[in-house]
């Protein structure tokens, strides 16, 4: 059962404003840290190409960034049900800078070892999936009732935003190299762990957790434990497990898509990537668009449900068939395909966070992550071998086809358990 909060102060009014001193502080650290980690992020991709030259080693440096989410949330949830996430993000952080300080000074120096470089790129992608369990399940604690969408939607266009240094990561590191990028990179994240360790935020689920606690399982056990009980929560949980199957699902067609969508418009245009840019820039304008409306609007309660089926559907059929049309009508699939998306996040962690209790946010998420983490790596897989017996747009057809139909599987056929869910005042 959700755990309640007492209140009887109206959403957004004075007395129960979405901008407390909290809210304020984990969105002005998220910020700086995801602007500095997406420039230096891409820069390090290009870097890697560039010295090796080599698509094996460029799938090796991703394999090893990304394999720690595999496993790794699961674990993370568990024990950041017991400890304090708050400090997990402030020290992960401070952790995060020393490493990327350590790189740019390397690479200032001109030292490069490419078996050291993807060590130190497993370790971050360890550190960044323990820390995205902490961040998730600490931000709803940070939010005032009635507040949820639009502190949801601020975080979606923030995310949106990260984008938009692609282009300016690939100008700098042109002009400066990585080295400065990397040493920005570690800046931006210790102003983060700084501004974080200023958050105040009572941890109570820690307090219940120990009340709770069977004192004779200590240990691996206990996280063991943990992490079944967790486990046990989200299938006893009807309408928590129809949605994380579904994203899991969606994960596996998104995966799909970014192994797809780059290769086909660079093989099928001259100067493709530019016409890529183009195209999927539409879909960031649209995220902006529907996370200020969202931040301004709210979705009546008794919709919610509605709106969030027939969204995940129409964006399924929006991707699955853009890449057969001509380019504004591309762009106007991805622009609706960036609104649609950003409707479908804000609908659903709002919803979700809300209704999990604290004490368990961190199994949850874990678990939620881990699921799609999976998802996105059979779907980069399978869609990969496919390409060489199907034309890219078919596979991508058939992909989000598939997405479409777990929309009506899971969300339509569990209505009653996924309505009472969604359709509550967040």
């Not at 080693?57 to 993370?76: C, E, G, N, R, W």
């Not at 192994?259 to 086909?264: C, E, F």
Request: glycine residues 8%.
């Amino acid at each position: 059962m959700k755990e309640e909060r007492s209140t009887d102060l109206t959403p957004g009014s004075r007395g129960n404003p979405l901008w407390t001193r909290d809210f304020t502080i984990i969105t002005l650290g998220s910020v700086v840290s995801m602007l500095g980690n997406s420039m230096s992020g891409f820069a390090m991709s290009l870097m890697v190409l560039d010295i090796s030259q080599s698509t094996l080693l460029y799938a090796i440096y991703i394999i090893m960034f990304t394999a720690p989410s595999l496993i790794m949330p699961m674990f993370a949830g568990a024990l950041l049900d017991r400890f304090s996430r708050k400090k997990t993000i402030y020290m992960l952080d401070f952790i995060t800078a020393g490493i990327y300080a350590a790189f740019a000074l390397l690479l200032s120096r001109g030292w490069f070892s490419f078996p050291l470089f993807a060590v130190g790129c497993f370790v971050i992608g360890s550190i960044e999936s323990i820390y995205f369990v902490a961040y998730e399940s600490l931000y709803p604690l940070t939010i005032t009732e009635g507040n949820y969408q639009k502190a949801y939607s601020i975080a979606s266009v923030l995310e949106t935003l990260t984008a938009v240094m692609v282009p300016v990561a690939t100008f700098l590191y042109k002009r400066i190299g990585l080295a400065p990028l990397v040493g920005i990179n570690a800046a931006c994240f210790f102003i983060a762990a700084c501004l974080e360790t200023r958050i105040g935020v009572k941890e109570e689920y820690i307090d219940r957790q120990k009340e709770q606690a069977d004192e004779n399982v200590k240990g691996f056990r206990r996280m063991t434990a943990d992490v079944k009980e967790g486990l046990r929560y989200l299938l006893t949980e009807k309408g928590l497990l129809a949605v994380a199957l579904y994203f899991t699902v969606s994960s596996f067609t998104g995966g799909a898509s970014s192994v797809i969508t780059l290769p086909y418009f660079k093989a099928a245009f001259p100067n493709g990537e530019y016409r890529y840019m183009l195209v999927w820039g539409m879909a960031i304008v649209g995220r902006m668009i529907g996370g200020s409306i969202h931040y301004r609007t709210k979705i009546p309660e008794k919709r919610r449900y509605a709106v969030a089926l027939t969204v995940y559907i129409v964006i399924s059929v929006l991707e699955g068939v853009y890449l057969f049309l001509p380019l504004a009508l591309m762009m106007v699939c991805t622009f609706l395909n960036g609104f649609g998306g950003v409707t479908s996040y804000t609908i659903r962690i709002s919803a979700t966070q809300s209704y999990v209790p604290d004490e368990k946010k961190g199994r949850f998420n874990g678990a939620f992550n881990m699921l799609n983490t999976v998802g996105v790596l059979a779907g980069e897989f399978l869609a990969g071998a496919l390409t060489v017996v199907m034309p890219e747009r078919w596979v991508l057809f058939t992909f989000m086809m598939i997405c479409a139909v777990s929309a009506v599987i899971f969300i339509g056929g569990n209505a009653k358990h996924v309505a009472a869910i969604y359709n509550r005042q967040v």
